[in-house]
């Protein structure tokens, strides 16, 4: 590991004030980073202990505190009752041991797990912008379907930033000027030619908060999440998914998929074509189809495609109650 | 930088880096060694110890963080229990482990141990019931394995789950020995 500072900070005022240093919550991303020294920061600022940590989930509002725990907000009633595809794709996510550590800001900011980005002996543009992409033409089965191209196609680790896209989240974003709220879909940034750059939080920003708006949407909610084994790994594919229905029409939907892009990727083609149609198998089939408009396999992960259509149409229709 | 905590009950104290790992306290200054490295980036659990309660990876938990909190490893079991006389110093999940063929080369399952002891004090202590087989697999789903093939440290789990659970011995004996059941239960009480 690289030499660096530490600074505990116990209030928001004294993190705001620190400029020019990472901020450090749980730790479970960058301790382990850092050891690897794919990530070496001069300064780290402990925001560990910041009073952060609240969880409302009413069945009108959702706002999570950026400090509180993977854990806890699985094993809120609230949550798990009027957000269920939050609590679903956290305890979908990593091992109790993370879970118990990682907080909500954290899981946000989680770096991918491209293998190529995790090893400091294979070049990474993300990690030494201008190094090449290793994955494009090499090793690429967990990589992206959607969002990447030549210079990258690191898939976005998050679950929870999967199911929040399919609630319309926003987050806010607090500096010492002040605080903004901005999209969660907006939040991330496509590679593109610079994908060293993620996210648009400004130097200083913190993020304090996940909002989102509740109803009969987001109550309907549910992440399926495939992956290589049963437990505690990355997804292949998985599926958020809000439904609203009303009689027996599907009255709105929102889709996000992750494993399969390079930000939490929102299936706008397919929720189209699902608007105003019988929440029925075939229309389900049908949606699904479009899911995969814009994609681009690579050489290694092309069963990515038919796996996402198959747990598109395997979410909605448990969603949907049909068969 | 001086960091108070407490460990298996006792108040320690101990001036480190800041950054340094949990574990690197554990086995250095804190003298305890039963808390084992194996990954150290927290996909095996090998290191995992309860930090307030909760099961952690001890390889990715900075000493910092630990300020005033309370921690268990391994060496603290067997004190907690109650019943540990009666079992040579080991708590009945330790036992357990030992009777039913949990444990093998050994380096999971001071991990192992820990993940469970957090499971049957949310089931057993805390609700009186057993956990399903489903909920002792992902207590353990952080913690890996490369000797057992994990069913015999599930069914090492649910032993402790049983032997813990406050029920009547009766009843006990109603659960857990199927041949009772057609014996009665006379001769065993």
Known sequence: MKLFTYDAVSSLPAALAARRGTFFAGGTTLVDLMKLEVLTPERLVDIGSLPLTKIEATPARLRIEALARMADVAASHDVLRNYPVV????????????????????????RTRCSYFRSVAEPCNKRVPG???GAFEGDNRSHALFGGGPACVATHASDLAVALVALDATLTLTSAKGSRDVPLAEFYLLPGSSPSTENVLAPGELITAVNATGGPRAARSLYVKVRDRASFEFALVSVAAALALEGGMVKDVRLAAGGVGTKPWRLAAAESALRGQPATLAAFEGAAKRSLEGAMPLSGNGFKTSLLE?????????????? | MIVRLEVNGERRLVDLPPLTRLLDALRGPLGL?????GCGEGECGSCTVLLDGDPVNACLVATAQCEGRSVTTVEGLGALDGRARETGGLSLLQAAFVTEGGAQCGICTPGMLIAAEALLRET????????TDTEIREAVAGNICRCTGYQRIVDSIAQAAALRRRVSPADWVRENLPFAKAEGTRGLL
């Open chain 1, 87 to 110: 609590a679903q794709a956290l305890l979908r996510s990593a091992s109790p041991q993370i879970r118990n550590m990682a907080t909500i800001g954290g899981n946000l900011m989680q």
């Open chain 1, 131 to 133: 190094s090449g992409c």
């Open chain 1, 310 to 323: 198959r747990t598109v149409v395997k979410t909605l229709a448990r969603l949907g109650g049909v068969s």
């Open chain 2, 33 to 37: 060694t039963g808390t084992k490295e």
């Open chain 2, 124 to 131: 057993v202590d805390g609700a009186n019931r057993k956990p």
